[in-house]
C-alpha cells in the first residue's frame, strides 16, 4: 500500500543473535544466584540469609503477578492458589519421585542445594538436583494450565468480578488439596515405591499439609529464579506483547480496536503469571520441606497484591523493591507484630488515595528524573556543575 | 426425607443470612459500582457487636437469668447503630475521595479497608485476638419437631427477623423517597445530581442502611450460634461474607430481590451439596456455581444485560 | 472498498441505526453528518464491531467482516479514531503508535522471551516505521511524552497517527475537528488531504464543522434519529429540504 510499511514486512530473520541474547539472562541468573549464595550468604548469617530467601521467593510471586494485575490491568486475587498448585506439584514430584528412584525421601542435593551452613563439598548437582529443578518446571507448568484455564473467563469478566473469581479459585485450590488423601510416611517408603504413580498423585496430606519432602530451595536457587523472573518481566515488557499488554489495561476498547486481541493477550498474562507462581510454590515448599493449602489461602494473595500495588501497578523495579520491603519489614517489627498488617492496610489506603498508581506507576526506578539528568545535556540543576 | 426436610431448612435459615449481607453488597454495587471488600468485616463486626453489647448489659452470660425479647431486640438496635456508623465513616474516609478513581483503586482501598478491620478487632485493647463465647440470648432447645426436623427458637428467631428486614428494605427502596432517590442515584449518579438529589447523603445512606443489616446478620449469626467461641482473625468470616457477595452476584448484582433469592439459593446449595455429597468441599460449591452463573449469565438470575457506551 | 448493506441496531425500545447503507470506493472521502444523537458513532461501532448489527452485513475490500470481533475487524482494514479521544494516555506517544503497528507483525511469546533475531529486527523496523509516521504528523519531538499530557489537538492528531499505523484500508474519523480552533482545523483539512494521498486509504469522515465537511468529502450521509434521510455530493445534501428541516428543527 504505502512505502511505510514495507520495511516492515520485507523482514528477514538474521539467524547470529539468537543464542547469546537467549542464553545471557541463564548466565546472569547463574552468576548472580552464585554470588549471593557463595559470597554474600556466608558473610550475613543464617538469619539474614533466611529472610533474604523469603525475599527472593516473594520477588517471584510480586513481578509475576505484577505481569496480569500491573500490566494488563486485570485483577487476579488467586496467585496463592496458583502457587500453592505449583508447590504442591513440586513436592510431590520430589518427595515421590525420590522414593521411586531411590528408595528414600532423604535430599540428594549437590553444593548448590545444601540447606546448612558451613563450608561445603562434593559434587556441584546431585542427582536429587534434577528432580529438584524438573519439578519446580513441571509444577510452573501445572500452574500454567491452571492460569489458562481460570484466563479464559477472563475475557467475560470485568475487573472485580475477575477479582473475585480468581479469589474463588484459590478457595477451591485450597478446599480440594485439602480434601487430599492422607501422605505415605516416609517410614513407609516401600510402600510407595510399590504404588502406581496415579494413586501416589492423590496421596498430599489432606488438611495436615504435605510434609517431611527433601529440601532443596537454596539462595542459589532462589536468586537464579527471581533473576529470570525479572528478565522475562521485562523483556515482555519493553516488547510489542508488553505494550499490547499495557494497551489493554489503558483502554480496552482502543486497543480492541489497534487489533489487539483481548483474550490472546489476557489469556496469556495469566498463563506466564501463573507459571513463576507455581516455580515459586515449588521453591517455598522445597525450602520449608512442607507445603499446606491453608496457609495459601487469600490473606497470602492479598499480601503479593500489596506489594504489586505498593510498588507500582506495572513496574518490575517497583515491585521487586516493594517485595524487599515489605518481605524485611515484618522481621524488623516482630516485636510489634499485632501491628504489621494494620500499618499495611492503612498503607494500602493511603496510597490509593494519595498516590493510585504506587511508588513508580508503570515507570521503572531508572526512569525516574534523578538518574536521567546526569545523561542528558538539557539538564536543569545539575548542568550547573563544573 | 427427613435428611431433605432438614437440609432445606438449614438451608433456608443460612440462606437467609446470607441475603441479608448481599442485600448490602448488592445496594453499594448499585450506586458506586464497585464490591465493598470490608462488607464481610462489618457483618462480623456485627457478630462483636453482640458479643460486647450483651457483656456490657449483662445479657447471656453464663449463669445470668434468661434474656428477655425485648432486650434481646435492644442488642440488635445497638449492634445495628454502632455497625451503622462504622459504615457511615468507612464511606467517608476511606472511599468518598475515590469517587472518580478508576474501579480497581476503589477495589483495593476496599481490601485495606477490610484488612484494617480486621486487624484492628485483634488488638488486644479491641477485641483482642483469643476466642470468645458467643452469649445465649435465646432459649436453644427444641422449639417443635415436625417429620424430623428439629426447629429451635434461634432459627425461627432468624428467619422471622430476616424477613422482616428484607420486607422493610423493599418498603424502603421500593415505596419511599429515598428510595426512590436511591434508585436514581444507582440509574444515572450526574441525572440524579442534576435533578437536585444529594448525591453525597444518598450513598452515605446506602452505607448506613447496608452496614446495619450486615450487622443485622451478624446477630442473628450469634443466635444461631450461639455458645460457640469465635476468633476475630478467622478467615471464615470473610469466607461468609464472601459467599454472601456471590448471592448478590448469582442473583444479578444491582439487584435487591435478586439478592434475596440468591442468597437463598446459595445457603440451599452449600447444604445440599453438604449433605448429600461431600463435606469436604463445602466452600467449593459456593464458588463452582459463581463461575457457572458469571460464564453463562454473567448479568445473574434476576440481572440486566448492559452493554458498555463508546 | 467499504461496501454496508441495511446494517441496524436498537438499544432497549431505541432505535440507534436503522438499516443503513454505504458504499464508498478505493480511494473515497466521504462524510457522515447530523444532528446531536442522530446515531453516527453508533454506525463507527456498528462497522468497527464494538457492537453486532442485529441485520445487515458490512465488508471491506470484498471481505465480509459482518460479527467478527473488533480486533479481526481491524486486521481486515478498517481502522477508526474515536470523538472521546482514546488514547493510552500513560504511553508514550511512541508506544501509541507502535501498537498500531503492532497489528501487522509477528509476535510469539516464545520470540519475545527469547529476544529472536526476527524480534529484535522487527521491533527496530516498526520503532523507525513510527517515527516516521510521526514525522509526518509533526509529533516527532513528542514522541517520548505520555500520551495525556500532548494538547488537545495533538491527541487528535496523534488518534489518527495511530489508527494509520495498522495500515488500514478504510480509516474512520470521529469529528476530528471536534474543539479545534480555525486555524487548526484548515491544518487538519489539509492533513486529511494528505494522509488520503500518501497513504492511499479511503475515509469516512463524522463532523460537525460544515466547514470541514463540505469542502473535503465526495459524497456525504445524512442521519436523524438512526435513519439516513439523505445521501449526495454537498451540494445536493445542502440543499435537501430533509436535512434542513433536521438542523433547524433541532436548534
Ligand atoms: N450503548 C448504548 N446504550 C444505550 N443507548 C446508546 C448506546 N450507544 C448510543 N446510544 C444512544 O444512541 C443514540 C445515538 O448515539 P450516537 O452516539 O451514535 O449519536 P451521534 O450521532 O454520534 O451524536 P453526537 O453528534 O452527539 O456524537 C443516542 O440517543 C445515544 O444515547
Ligand atoms: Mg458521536
Redesign the interface.
Given at each position: 500500500m504505502s512505502k511505510l510499511f514495507e520495511e516492515t514486512r520485507s523482514l528477514k530473520a538474521p539467524v547470529w543473535g539468537v543464542i547469546p541474547r537467549a542464553a545471557w539472562p541463564l548466565v546472569v541468573a547463574i552468576a548472580i544466584g552464585a554470588l549471593i549464595y557463595f559470597g554474600v550468604s556466608p558473610l550475613v548469617g543464617g538469619f539474614v540469609s533466611k529472610v533474604m530467601l523469603i525475599v527472593g521467593i516473594n520477588i517471584v510471586l510480586a513481578v509475576s503477578l505484577n505481569i496480569v494485575n500491573g500490566y494488563t490491568g486485570q485483577f487476579s486475587m488467586g496467585h496463592a492458589g496458583f502457587m500453592a498448585v505449583g508447590g504442591y506439584v513440586a513436592a510431590g514430584i520430589v518427595y515421590y519421585g525420590s522414593i521411586k528412584l531411590w528408595g528414600s525421601a532423604d535430599p540428594a542435593g549437590g553444593i548448590l542445594s545444601i540447606v546448612q551452613e558451613g563450608p561445603k563439598s562434593g559434587p556441584l548437582l546431585g542427582k536429587g538436583d534434577f528432580l529438584f529443578v524438573i519439578s519446580c518446571l513441571i509444577g510452573g507448568l501445572v500452574a500454567a494450565g491452571a492460569g489458562y484455564v481460570v484466563g479464559l473467563p477472563s475475557l467475560r469478566l470485568r475487573g472485580d468480578y475477575l477479582a473475585i473469581v480468581t479469589l474463588g479459585f484459590g478457595e477451591i485450590v485450597r478446599v480440594i488439596l485439602q480434601g487430599s488423601h492422607d501422605q505415605i510416611q516416609p517410614w513407609k517408603a516401600a510402600d510407595a515405591a510399590a504404588m502406581p504413580v496415579y494413586e501416589l498423585a492423590w496421596k498430599l496430606g489432606g488438611p495436615k499439609g504435605f510434609n517431611l519432602v527433601p529440601t532443596y530451595t537454596t539462595l542459589f536457587w532462589v536468586y537464579f529464579w527471581a533473576v529470570l523472573t525479572c528478565i522475562a518481566a521485562y523483556r515482555l515488557k519493553s516488547s510489542s506483547s508488553g505494550r499490547a499488554f499495557l494497551s489493554i489495561r489503558e483502554d480496552e476498547v482502543a486497543a480492541q480496536a489497534m487489533g489487539v486481541d483481548l483474550t490472546k493477550y489476557k489469556v496469556r498474562a495469566f498463563v506466564f503469571s501463573s507459571f513463576f507462581a507455581g516455580v515459586a510454590g515449588g521453591l517455598y515448599a522445597l525450602d520449608i520441606g512442607a507445603i499446606s493449602a491453608g496457609d495459601l489461602n487469600f490473606i497470602k494473595s492479598f499480601d503479593i497484591i500489596i506489594m504489586v500495588v505498593l510498588g507500582g501497578l506495572g513496574s518490575i523495579s517497583g515491585a521487586v523493591l516493594a517485595a524487599v520491603i515489605l518481605s524485611i519489614l515484618p522481621e524488623a517489627l516482630r516485636d510489634f507484630q499485632s501491628y504489621r498488617l494494620i500499618v499495611y492496610a492503612l498503607l494500602l489506603i493511603v496510597i490509593m488515595i494519595v498516590r493510585p498508581q504506587g511508588l513508580f506507576g508503570v515507570r521503572e526506578v531508572w526512569d525516574l528524573k534523578i538518574f536521567k539528568r546526569r545523561g542528558g545535556g538539557l539538564g536543569g540543576s545539575a548542568g550547573g556543575a563544573p | 426425607m427427613t435428611q431433605f426436610l432438614q437440609t432445606l431448612f438449614d438451608g433456608l435459615t443460612v440462606g437467609s443470612l446470607y441475603a441479608l449481607i448481599a442485600l448490602g453488597y448488592t445496594m453499594v454495587y448499585g450506586i458506586l459500582k464497585f464490591i465493598n471488600f470490608a462488607h464481610s468485616d462489618v457483618f462480623a463486626l456485627g457478630v462483636w457487636m453482640t458479643i460486647v453489647w450483651s457483656k456490657w448489659l449483662g445479657l447471656g452470660q453464663p449463669g445470668a437469668a434468661p434474656t428477655p425479647w425485648y432486650m434481646g431486640a435492644l442488642v440488635l438496635v445497638l449492634a445495628m447503630a454502632s455497625c451503622g456508623l462504622v459504615g457511615f465513616v468507612i464511606e467517608r474516609v476511606a472511599y468518598k475521595p475515590l469517587r472518580s478513581a478508576p474501579r480497581l483503586n476503589v477495589l483495593i482501598t476496599a481490601i485495606g479497608v477490610s484488612l484494617l478491620l480486621q486487624n484492628t478487632g485483634q488488638l488486644k485493647f479491641v477485641f483482642g485476638p483469643y476466642p470468645k463465647p458467643i452469649p445465649s440470648l435465646i432459649d436453644s432447645t427444641e422449639l417443635f419437631s415436625m417429620m424430623g426436623v428439629s426447629v429451635r427458637m434461634a432459627d425461627v428467631a432468624v428467619i422471622g427477623t430476616a424477613a422482616a428486614l428484607m420486607i422493610a428494605m423493599q418498603w424502603l427502596i421500593f415505596g419511599t423517597k429515598l428510595g426512590a432517590a436511591m434508585r436514581a442515584v444507582s440509574f444515572n449518579t450526574r441525572n440524579a445530581s442534576l435533578m437536585g438529589i444529594n448525591v453525597d447523603l444518598v450513598i452515605s445512606f446506602t452505607f448506613v442502611v447496608g452496614s446495619m443489616l450486615a450487622a443485622a446478620a451478624g446477630f442473628l449469626y450469634a443466635m444461631k450460634y450461639e455458645g460457640q467461641a469465635k476468633q476475630t482473625a478467622d478467615s471464615m468470616w470473610v469466607m461468609l461474607g464472601l459467599k454472601a457477595f456471590v448471592a448478590a452476584v448469582v442473583g444479578g448484582i444491582g439487584n435487591v430481590r435478586g439478592a434475596v433469592i440468591g442468597g437463598l439459593l446459595i445457603g440451599l446449595i452449600e447444604f445440599f451439596g453438604v449433605s448429600y455429597l461431600s463435606s469436604h468441599y463445602r466452600d467449593a460449591y459456593v464458588f463452582a456455581i459463581l463461575i457457572l452463573v458469571l460464564l453463562l449469565r454473567p448479568e445473574g438470575v434476576l440481572g440486566k444485560a448492559t452493554v458498555e457506551k463508546v | 472498498m467499504l461496501d454496508v448493506r441495511g446494517i441496524s441496531i436498537a438499544?432497549g425500545g431505541l432505535k440507534a441505526v436503522q438499516d443503513f447503507s454505504l458504499s464508498i470506493p478505493r480511494g473515497g472521502l466521504y462524510g457522515l453528518i447530523g444532528p446531536n444523537g442522530a446515531g453516527k458513532?453508533t454506525c463507527f461501532?456498528l462497522l468497527?464491531?464494538?457492537?453486532t448489527p442485529s441485520e445487515g452485513s458490512i465488508a471491506v475490500d470484498g471481505v465480509d467482516v459482518t460479527g467478527l470481533?473488533?480486533?479481526q475487524i481491524?486486521?481486515a482494514g478498517l481502522?477508526?479514531t474515536?470523538q472521546n479521544i482514546?488514547?493510552?494516555?500513560?504511553?508514550s506517544v511512541l508506544?501509541n503508535v507502535?501498537?498500531?503497528?503492532?497489528?501487522?507483525?509477528r509476535?510469539s511469546?516464545a520470540s519475545?522471551?527469547?529476544?529472536?533475531?526476527?524480534?529484535?529486527?522487527?521491533?527496530r523496523?516498526?520503532a523507525?516505521?513510527a517515527m516516521?509516521?510521526l514525522e509526518t504528523f509533526g509529533l516527532a519531538n513528542r514522541a517520548e511524552e505520555q500520551g495525556k499530557n500532548l494538547p488537545y489537538g495533538d491527541q487528535r492528531r496523534l488518534e489518527i497517527a495511530?489508527?494509520l499505523a495498522?495500515?488500514p484500508?478504510v480509516l474512520l474519523l470521529d469529528e476530528p475537528a471536534a474543539g479545534m480552533n480555525p486555524q487548526e482545523k484548515k491544518a487538519l483539512r489539509e492533513l486529511i488531504q494528505r494522509v488520503r494521498q500518501?497513504?492511499?486509504v479511503t475515509i469516512l469522515l463524522i463532523e460537525h464543522d460544515m466547514g470541514v465537511v463540505m469542502n473535503i468529502c465526495e459524497r456525504i450521509t445524512v442521519l436523524n434519529f438512526g435513519q439516513t434521510i439523505a445521501a449526495g455530493t454537498p451540494d445536493e445534501v445542502q440543499n435537501d429540504p430533509k436535512v434542513i428541516e433536521a438542523y433547524l428543527g433541532t436548534e
Amino acid at each position: 500500500m504505502s512505502k511505510l510499511f514495507e520495511e516492515t514486512r520485507s523482514l528477514k530473520a538474521p539467524v547470529w543473535g539468537v543464542i547469546p541474547r537467549a542464553a545471557w539472562p541463564l548466565v546472569v541468573a547463574i552468576a548472580i544466584g552464585a554470588l549471593i549464595y557463595f559470597g554474600v550468604s556466608p558473610l550475613v548469617g543464617g538469619f539474614v540469609s533466611k529472610v533474604m530467601l523469603i525475599v527472593g521467593i516473594n520477588i517471584v510471586l510480586a513481578v509475576s503477578l505484577n505481569i496480569v494485575n500491573g500490566y494488563t490491568g486485570q485483577f487476579s486475587m488467586g496467585h496463592a492458589g496458583f502457587m500453592a498448585v505449583g508447590g504442591y506439584v513440586a513436592a510431590g514430584i520430589v518427595y515421590y519421585g525420590s522414593i521411586k528412584l531411590w528408595g528414600s525421601a532423604d535430599p540428594a542435593g549437590g553444593i548448590l542445594s545444601i540447606v546448612q551452613e558451613g563450608p561445603k563439598s562434593g559434587p556441584l548437582l546431585g542427582k536429587g538436583d534434577f528432580l529438584f529443578v524438573i519439578s519446580c518446571l513441571i509444577g510452573g507448568l501445572v500452574a500454567a494450565g491452571a492460569g489458562y484455564v481460570v484466563g479464559l473467563p477472563s475475557l467475560r469478566l470485568r475487573g472485580d468480578y475477575l477479582a473475585i473469581v480468581t479469589l474463588g479459585f484459590g478457595e477451591i485450590v485450597r478446599v480440594i488439596l485439602q480434601g487430599s488423601h492422607d501422605q505415605i510416611q516416609p517410614w513407609k517408603a516401600a510402600d510407595a515405591a510399590a504404588m502406581p504413580v496415579y494413586e501416589l498423585a492423590w496421596k498430599l496430606g489432606g488438611p495436615k499439609g504435605f510434609n517431611l519432602v527433601p529440601t532443596y530451595t537454596t539462595l542459589f536457587w532462589v536468586y537464579f529464579w527471581a533473576v529470570l523472573t525479572c528478565i522475562a518481566a521485562y523483556r515482555l515488557k519493553s516488547s510489542s506483547s508488553g505494550r499490547a499488554f499495557l494497551s489493554i489495561r489503558e483502554d480496552e476498547v482502543a486497543a480492541q480496536a489497534m487489533g489487539v486481541d483481548l483474550t490472546k493477550y489476557k489469556v496469556r498474562a495469566f498463563v506466564f503469571s501463573s507459571f513463576f507462581a507455581g516455580v515459586a510454590g515449588g521453591l517455598y515448599a522445597l525450602d520449608i520441606g512442607a507445603i499446606s493449602a491453608g496457609d495459601l489461602n487469600f490473606i497470602k494473595s492479598f499480601d503479593i497484591i500489596i506489594m504489586v500495588v505498593l510498588g507500582g501497578l506495572g513496574s518490575i523495579s517497583g515491585a521487586v523493591l516493594a517485595a524487599v520491603i515489605l518481605s524485611i519489614l515484618p522481621e524488623a517489627l516482630r516485636d510489634f507484630q499485632s501491628y504489621r498488617l494494620i500499618v499495611y492496610a492503612l498503607l494500602l489506603i493511603v496510597i490509593m488515595i494519595v498516590r493510585p498508581q504506587g511508588l513508580f506507576g508503570v515507570r521503572e526506578v531508572w526512569d525516574l528524573k534523578i538518574f536521567k539528568r546526569r545523561g542528558g545535556g538539557l539538564g536543569g540543576s545539575a548542568g550547573g556543575a563544573p | 426425607m427427613t435428611q431433605f426436610l432438614q437440609t432445606l431448612f438449614d438451608g433456608l435459615t443460612v440462606g437467609s443470612l446470607y441475603a441479608l449481607i448481599a442485600l448490602g453488597y448488592t445496594m453499594v454495587y448499585g450506586i458506586l459500582k464497585f464490591i465493598n471488600f470490608a462488607h464481610s468485616d462489618v457483618f462480623a463486626l456485627g457478630v462483636w457487636m453482640t458479643i460486647v453489647w450483651s457483656k456490657w448489659l449483662g445479657l447471656g452470660q453464663p449463669g445470668a437469668a434468661p434474656t428477655p425479647w425485648y432486650m434481646g431486640a435492644l442488642v440488635l438496635v445497638l449492634a445495628m447503630a454502632s455497625c451503622g456508623l462504622v459504615g457511615f465513616v468507612i464511606e467517608r474516609v476511606a472511599y468518598k475521595p475515590l469517587r472518580s478513581a478508576p474501579r480497581l483503586n476503589v477495589l483495593i482501598t476496599a481490601i485495606g479497608v477490610s484488612l484494617l478491620l480486621q486487624n484492628t478487632g485483634q488488638l488486644k485493647f479491641v477485641f483482642g485476638p483469643y476466642p470468645k463465647p458467643i452469649p445465649s440470648l435465646i432459649d436453644s432447645t427444641e422449639l417443635f419437631s415436625m417429620m424430623g426436623v428439629s426447629v429451635r427458637m434461634a432459627d425461627v428467631a432468624v428467619i422471622g427477623t430476616a424477613a422482616a428486614l428484607m420486607i422493610a428494605m423493599q418498603w424502603l427502596i421500593f415505596g419511599t423517597k429515598l428510595g426512590a432517590a436511591m434508585r436514581a442515584v444507582s440509574f444515572n449518579t450526574r441525572n440524579a445530581s442534576l435533578m437536585g438529589i444529594n448525591v453525597d447523603l444518598v450513598i452515605s445512606f446506602t452505607f448506613v442502611v447496608g452496614s446495619m443489616l450486615a450487622a443485622a446478620a451478624g446477630f442473628l449469626y450469634a443466635m444461631k450460634y450461639e455458645g460457640q467461641a469465635k476468633q476475630t482473625a478467622d478467615s471464615m468470616w470473610v469466607m461468609l461474607g464472601l459467599k454472601a457477595f456471590v448471592a448478590a452476584v448469582v442473583g444479578g448484582i444491582g439487584n435487591v430481590r435478586g439478592a434475596v433469592i440468591g442468597g437463598l439459593l446459595i445457603g440451599l446449595i452449600e447444604f445440599f451439596g453438604v449433605s448429600y455429597l461431600s463435606s469436604h468441599y463445602r466452600d467449593a460449591y459456593v464458588f463452582a456455581i459463581l463461575i457457572l452463573v458469571l460464564l453463562l449469565r454473567p448479568e445473574g438470575v434476576l440481572g440486566k444485560a448492559t452493554v458498555e457506551k463508546v | 472498498m467499504l461496501d454496508v448493506r441495511g446494517i441496524s441496531i436498537a438499544f432497549g425500545g431505541l432505535k440507534a441505526v436503522q438499516d443503513f447503507s454505504l458504499s464508498i470506493p478505493r480511494g473515497g472521502l466521504y462524510g457522515l453528518i447530523g444532528p446531536n444523537g442522530a446515531g453516527k458513532t453508533t454506525c463507527f461501532n456498528l462497522l468497527t464491531g464494538v457492537y453486532t448489527p442485529s441485520e445487515g452485513s458490512i465488508a471491506v475490500d470484498g471481505v465480509d467482516v459482518t460479527g467478527l470481533p473488533p480486533h479481526q475487524i481491524a486486521v481486515a482494514g478498517l481502522s477508526r479514531t474515536f470523538q472521546n479521544i482514546r488514547l493510552f494516555g500513560q504511553l508514550s506517544v511512541l508506544d501509541n503508535v507502535l501498537l498500531g503497528l503492532h497489528l501487522r507483525g509477528r509476535h510469539s511469546l516464545a520470540s519475545t522471551l527469547l529476544r529472536t533475531g526476527f524480534h529484535v529486527s522487527q521491533e527496530r523496523a516498526m520503532a523507525a516505521v513510527a517515527m516516521r509516521l510521526l514525522e509526518t504528523f509533526g509529533l516527532a519531538n513528542r514522541a517520548e511524552e505520555q500520551g495525556k499530557n500532548l494538547p488537545y489537538g495533538d491527541q487528535r492528531r496523534l488518534e489518527i497517527a495511530r489508527a494509520l499505523a495498522t495500515e488500514p484500508k478504510v480509516l474512520l474519523l470521529d469529528e476530528p475537528a471536534a474543539g479545534m480552533n480555525p486555524q487548526e482545523k484548515k491544518a487538519l483539512r489539509e492533513l486529511i488531504q494528505r494522509v488520503r494521498q500518501e497513504f492511499g486509504v479511503t475515509i469516512l469522515l463524522i463532523e460537525h464543522d460544515m466547514g470541514v465537511v463540505m469542502n473535503i468529502c465526495e459524497r456525504i450521509t445524512v442521519l436523524n434519529f438512526g435513519q439516513t434521510i439523505a445521501a449526495g455530493t454537498p451540494d445536493e445534501v445542502q440543499n435537501d429540504p430533509k436535512v434542513i428541516e433536521a438542523y433547524l428543527g433541532t436548534e
